[in-house]
Structure formats: structure tokens, C-alpha cells
């Protein structure tokens, strides 16, 4: 139950030609404290109740427990969740034994895009691809809980 991952800005939209999979996601906080977060997600139509704990120091690892849930529960806590909530489309791209996640996000985070890479080691090494920036794993402001208070388009 431990998550570990390296979040990345991306520099191009070069991934989509690398993509082999593709979904819209939309997202909202229950609670957005940094402590405990508590996330619904509704992806390609099926729910998700989410909770995440404090990251560590080098912001690469936490907590993270995943439910899913029927899609109408979802909808309905969705209406519940704090303001600002996120959409995004997300990209999978495999690079060596990895899968990338990349999220292109859309309203009020229009212009943000990110890559995930989850790892079984923190400081396990990754194959880069040319599209992958400047490493922001540190950054809270790149958490998507903060995205959905203070927006990328207001920065």
C-alpha cells in the first residue's frame, strides 16, 4: 500500500504518437489536508474512492489506499468534494519495463502536463524518453489536490 513515483513536466506531445491506451479522468477531494487526502475519481466510467497519506521526504512515496466503487456513488461524491475539481486526459506510454502516465490536463489546469512512473524502489533507474522535463517529484504544487485549489492557469 506503499506508492512510489517520480512526477515529470513533459516537453512535447511526442508520447501521444507512443500511447497504447488513453482515458478521461475526472476528480474531486473530500479532503484536500496533505495529511490524509481523500480522493473520488470517476475513470472510463467506473468509480474509485482514494485515500493517500503524508508524502516522505523526497516527495517519491506515501500511503495510498484504492477502492473502486459503483459509478453513481462516485457521481454523488463527486457532488460533495471540495471546489475545483480536476479533468484530465491520461496517456499510458510503456518505456522499458515501466508504464508512464501521462495527464494532460484540461480547464483551469488547461496547459499542465505531467508524467507519473511508478517504481518499486525509489531509487530504482528509468528509461527516459526525449519528452521527459525537468523532474517536480519534490513539488507540491504539482499534486494534483493543490492543482484543484489553486489551478495552474492562476500561478
Known amino acids: 500500500m506503499i506508492e512510489i513515483e517520480r512526477k515529470y513536466l513533459v516537453t512535447s506531445d511526442a508520447y501521444k504518437q507512443e500511447a497504447h491506451a488513453q482515458h478521461f479522468i475526472a476528480q474531486g477531494y473530500l479532503n484536500s489536508n496533505p ?17 493517500k497519506g503524508m508524502s516522505s521526504a523526497t516527495g517519491a512515496s506515501r500511503f495510498e489506499w484504492e477502492h473502486e466503487i459503483p459509478l453513481e456513488e ?3 461524491l463527486l457532488t460533495l468534494c471540495e471546489s475545483g475539481t480536476i479533468e484530465k486526459t491520461r496517456y499510458e506510454v510503456t518505456s522499458g519495463t ?3 502516465e501521462i495527464d494532460e490536463f484540461h480547464g483551469e489546469n488547461s496547459g499542465l502536463i505531467l ?12 528509461q527516459k524518453p526525449s519528452w521527459l522535463g525537468k523532474e517536480v517529484t519534490q513539488e507540491a504544487k504539482y499534486y494534483n489536490a493543490y492543482l484543484s485549489a489553486h489551478p495552474f492557469r492562476s500561478w
Not at 35 to 51: F, P
Open 35 to 51: 495529511e490524509r487526502t481523500v480522493r473520488v475519481r470517476i475513470k472510463n466510467q467506473k468509480g474509485y474512492l482514494t485515500i
Open 74 to 76: 462516485a457521481k454523488v
Open 98 to 100: 515501466h508504464c508512464i
Open 115 to 126: 508524467a507519473e512512473i511508478e517504481l518499486q524502489d525509489e531509487n530504482e533507474t528509468i
